[in-house]
């Protein structure tokens, strides 16, 4: 069983920045894809940004150029940078791991969530 935890989530104001960290453990992170979703009041779960095994990534297009995914395998971990933050990034943000090296392959961990607000 693979577990991921989150953190770096908390208020923000409008135009500030958060760094979110994605915490997993095993020994085999490096070989798999891995992504931020997020889930807004109301709203279904989206794509954030994905990383595959060979680094090549993925955005959503409401955050392109203002989010940045990156791992270091060296810690297991899974970042997500955010500038630029709007009130629409306002959200329950999780980490998940797919099934294999490659995105599109199916989603079969998660995280536990960490909130985002962006309040002035």
């Known amino acids: 069983q693979v577990q991921l935890v989150e953190s770096g989530g908390g208020l923000v104001q409008p135009g500030g920045s958060l760094r979110l960290s994605c915490a997993a453990s095993?020994?085999?992170?490096?070989?798999?894809?891995m992504g931020w979703y997020r889930q807004a009041p109301g709203k279904q779960r989206e794509l954030v940004a994905r990383?595959?095994?060979?680094?090549?990534?993925n955005y959503a297009d409401s955050v392109k150029g203002r989010f940045t995914i990156s791992r270091d395998n060296s810690k297991n971990t899974v970042y997500l940078q955010m500038n630029s933050l709007k009130p629409e990034d306002t959200a329950v943000y999780y980490c998940?791991?797919?099934?294999?090296?490659?995105?599109?392959?199916?989603?079969?961990?998660w995280g536990q969530g960490t909130q985002v607000t962006v309040s002035s």
């Open positions: 998940t791991r797919y099934s294999g090296g490659s995105y599109v392959s199916p989603n079969h961990y």
């Open positions: 095993g020994s085999t992170f490096r070989f798999y894809a």
């Open positions: 990383i595959s095994s060979g680094d090549s990534t």
